[in-house]
């Protein structure tokens, strides 16, 4: 059975990703498009469209073009989209990379792609001449100035912009690498056509007023920055305030100082909304809406948000080899749930044993079809061959299943669900009691292999005050069947978690792995 979304099919236009996000910028020419959270650079739509096209003739001039890659090492910052839609424009594909990575990945990420040219901040310098020796990059440019490296301004020409022949639906725009969280992140491939239905799904589901101000702290690296947030938020005219990095407080101080309409959040800042006493010292009433994503959102936690903020509190389901591809909008929805799929794209849930598609409120992996799923992984054949089907659906890996109304309740991971005596457990539905407990500020559970049951479940947590295991322990087995119980308990100082919020499962089994062979 496949179910279709209850919006309205819209058409997908064949035209290149930077004229489709940019094509209100002359409309909205004196307009600040993207500003610097300290105030201190900011960009109109026109200002931006017109770096965006000198770029792009700048690099054109250095010979950058279809077929060459540029690499993006920077945190959210005004000047990201200028370079990014340059790139584009220019019919190159752009790698954008987390900062936060270690080295190793970085210069395995570079060299799988191939990237001639690395644009970077000065403060990242040492990092990207590093970089230099170890891969193939021919040149570092930085926004501002840096010695060692040439300056992204000097790219700045008055030349008439390039216009290489780009086809839509096969040419890759950009290259990002899945989490990795439950195994190594691949190289994902997506089509100027992929991003541009992902802005448009954004932008008819969750569409900007004229007056919105959006807070761009979700990483521009991320698929879930770098499209619901920069490409989106540039379609539909809005404001970006960027901020380089998650601090609570200046978070807060920014939401409170930009008198911010919109947020585009992850799990743990929502966290912060509905219960930090920080919260308190700041106003926040220009808080209309705040949609969540990145990973799944306790339905209390959005209701206490909701409730403190007096603002919307909805989120969007998707992966970064397809995003979104359901997203709550504003019509009701019930608790848990993460709405219903977004235009143009398509569902199923198939048996995991058998693989036979299966009906409304059934458990089963869910897979999706639509104009937003990737063209396939980087150099991996094989790993494309089998999460997409030969009918386009791509298989997500995530365990749930969808009601009558056609919305979708997310279960779980089906890879990290644990095998306790030939029972399946969900670590999300313990970490979710884990989280209740009035002394946890933060849980993550993992199987741990067992001779006699094959994994045990285990809770890793972060105490607000001291607590015995015993006692945590016990309070989760008040509130599942006894399979389902938690069988270790470790404190710790903190969950590893990716930038968007997913607790990083993997980092926890290889600490386990490396203690069993001491």
Same mark, same amino acid.
């Given at each position: %059975? +496949?179910?279709?979304?209850?919006?309205?099919?819209?058409?997908?236009?064949?035209?290149?990703?930077?004229?489709?996000?940019?094509?209100?910028?002359?409309?909205?020419?004196?307009?600040? /498009?993207?500003?610097?959270?300290?105030?201190? !650079?900011?960009?109109?739509?026109?200002?931006?469209?017109? /770096?965006?096209?000198?770029?792009?003739?700048?690099?054109?001039?250095?010979?950058?073009?279809?077929?060459?890659?540029?690499?993006?090492?920077?945190?959210?910052?005004?000047?990201?989209?200028?370079?990014?839609?340059?790139?584009?424009?220019?019919?190159?594909?752009?790698?954008?990379?987390?900062?936060?990575?270690?080295?190793?990945?970085?210069?395995?990420?570079?060299?799988?792609?191939?990237?001639?040219?690395? *644009?970077?901040?000065?403060? #990242?310098?040492?990092?990207?001449?590093?970089?230099?020796?170890?891969?193939?990059?021919?040149?570092?440019?930085?926004?501002?100035?840096?010695?060692?490296?040439?300056?992204?301004?000097?790219?700045?020409?008055?030349?008439?912009?390039?216009?290489?022949?780009?086809?839509?639906?096969?040419?890759?725009?950009?290259?990002?690498?899945?989490?990795?969280? @439950?195994?190594?992140?691949?190289?994902?491939?997506? @089509?100027?056509?992929?991003?541009?239905?992902?802005?448009?799904?954004?932008?008819?589901?969750?569409?900007?007023?004229?007056?919105?101000?959006?807070?761009?702290?979700?990483?521009?690296?991320?698929?879930?920055?770098?499209?619901?947030?920069?490409?989106?938020?540039?379609?539909?005219?809005?404001?970006?305030?960027?901020?380089?990095?998650? #601090?609570?407080?200046?978070?807060?101080?920014?939401?409170?100082?930009?008198?911010?309409?919109?947020?585009?959040?992850?799990?743990?800042?929502?966290?912060? =909304?509905?219960?930090?006493?920080?919260?308190?010292?700041?106003?926040?009433?220009?808080?209309?809406?705040?949609?969540?994503?990145?990973?799944?959102?306790? $339905? &209390?936690?959005?209701?206490?948000?909701?409730?403190?903020?007096?603002?919307?509190?909805?989120?969007?389901?998707?992966?970064?080899?397809?995003?979104?591809?359901?997203?709550?909008?504003?019509?009701?929805?019930?608790?848990?749930?993460?709405?219903?799929?977004?235009?143009?794209? &398509?569902?199923?849930?198939?048996?995991?044993?058998?693989?036979?598609?299966?009906?409304?409120?059934?458990?089963?992996? +869910?897979?999706?079809?639509?104009?937003?799923?990737?063209?396939?992984?980087?150099?991996? &054949?094989?790993?494309?061959? #089998?999460? =997409?089907?030969?009918?386009?659906?791509?298989?997500?890996?995530?365990?749930?299943?969808?009601?009558?109304?056609?919305?979708?309740?997310?279960?779980? !991971?089906?890879?990290?669900?644990?095998?306790?005596?030939?029972?399946?457990?969900?670590?999300?539905?313990? #970490? /979710?009691?884990?989280?209740?407990? $009035?002394?946890?500020?933060?849980?993550?559970?993992?199987? *741990? $292999?067992?001779?006699?049951?094959?994994?045990?479940?285990?809770?890793?947590?972060?105490?607000?005050?001291?607590?015995?295991?015993?006692?945590? %322990?016990?309070?989760? /087995? &008040?509130?599942?069947? $006894?399979?389902?119980? +938690?069988?270790?308990?470790?404190?710790?100082?903190?969950?590893?978690?990716?930038?968007?919020?997913?607790?990083?499962?993997?980092?926890?089994?290889? !600490?386990?792995?490396?203690?069993?062979? !001491?």
């Amino acid at each position: %059975m +496949i179910f279709t979304s209850p919006h309205p099919p819209v058409h997908v236009p064949e035209t290149t990703l930077t004229s489709f996000v940019l094509q209100r910028a002359e409309q909205n020419a004196a307009k600040v /498009a993207i500003a610097d959270v300290s105030g201190q !650079r900011e960009y109109t739509y026109g200002e931006l469209a017109s /770096a965006v096209r000198r770029a792009a003739s700048g690099l054109h001039a250095r010979g950058f073009g279809k077929g060459d890659v540029l690499a993006m090492l920077a945190p959210n910052v005004p000047e990201y989209p200028i370079a990014f839609h340059a790139a584009a424009m220019a019919g190159g594909t752009v790698v954008v990379l987390n900062p936060l990575d270690t080295m190793d990945d970085l210069a395995a990420h570079l060299n799988e792609v191939g990237a001639s040219l690395l *644009v970077t901040l000065p403060s #990242e310098l040492a990092k990207a001449t590093a970089l230099v020796s170890r891969t193939g990059v021919e040149e570092i440019l930085v926004f501002g100035e840096a010695e060692g490296a040439t300056s992204f301004a000097s790219l700045l020409a008055d030349d008439a912009p390039p216009d290489p022949p780009i086809d839509p639906a096969r040419d890759v725009v950009v290259i990002l690498h899945s989490s990795g969280s @439950t195994g190594y992140p691949k190289g994902v491939l997506l @089509t100027h056509r992929n991003l541009i239905a992902s802005a448009l799904q954004t932008h008819l589901i969750a569409p900007s007023a004229e007056d919105e101000k959006v807070l761009a702290v979700p990483p521009f690296h991320h698929a879930f920055g770098l499209s619901m947030v920069m490409n989106a938020s540039l379609l539909q005219g809005a404001t970006m305030v960027t901020m380089p990095r998650f #601090e609570p407080e200046a978070f807060l101080k920014a939401i409170q100082d930009h008198r911010i309409t919109r947020l585009f959040a992850v799990p743990t800042m929502i966290v912060l =909304l509905a219960k930090s006493p920080l919260v308190d010292r700041y106003d926040l009433s220009s808080l209309r809406s705040i949609i969540s994503g990145g990973a799944a959102l306790d $339905p &209390e936690h959005a209701r206490l948000c909701q409730q403190r903020l007096g603002c919307r509190v909805g989120q969007g389901y998707g992966l970064t080899e397809g995003l979104p591809s359901f997203m709550q909008s504003d019509d009701p929805v019930s608790p848990g749930s993460v709405g219903v799929s977004a235009p143009n794209v &398509e569902c199923k849930v198939i048996d995991v044993t058998t693989g036979e598609e299966v009906g409304p409120y059934r458990d089963g992996e +869910i897979l999706i079809r639509g104009p937003h799923v990737m063209k396939g992984y980087l150099n991996a &054949e094989e790993a494309t061959r #089998e999460i =997409l089907e030969p009918d386009g659906f791509l298989h997500t890996g995530d365990l749930g299943h969808v009601g009558d109304d056609g919305e979708l309740f997310i279960v779980d !991971r089906i890879k990290e669900l644990i095998k306790y005596k030939g029972q399946q457990v969900s670590p999300v539905e313990l #970490e /979710a009691i884990l989280m209740s407990h $009035p002394k946890v500020a933060d849980a993550a559970v993992v199987g *741990v $292999p067992d001779e006699e049951a094959t994994e045990l479940p285990k809770g890793f947590v972060v105490a607000k005050e001291p607590v015995t295991p015993e006692e945590i %322990m016990a309070f989760v /087995a &008040e509130r599942v069947a $006894p399979y389902k119980k +938690i069988r270790r308990l470790e404190f710790i100082d903190q969950i590893p978690r990716t930038p968007v919020g997913k607790i990083e499962r993997r980092s926890l089994k290889e !600490r386990e792995r490396e203690r069993a062979a !001491r």
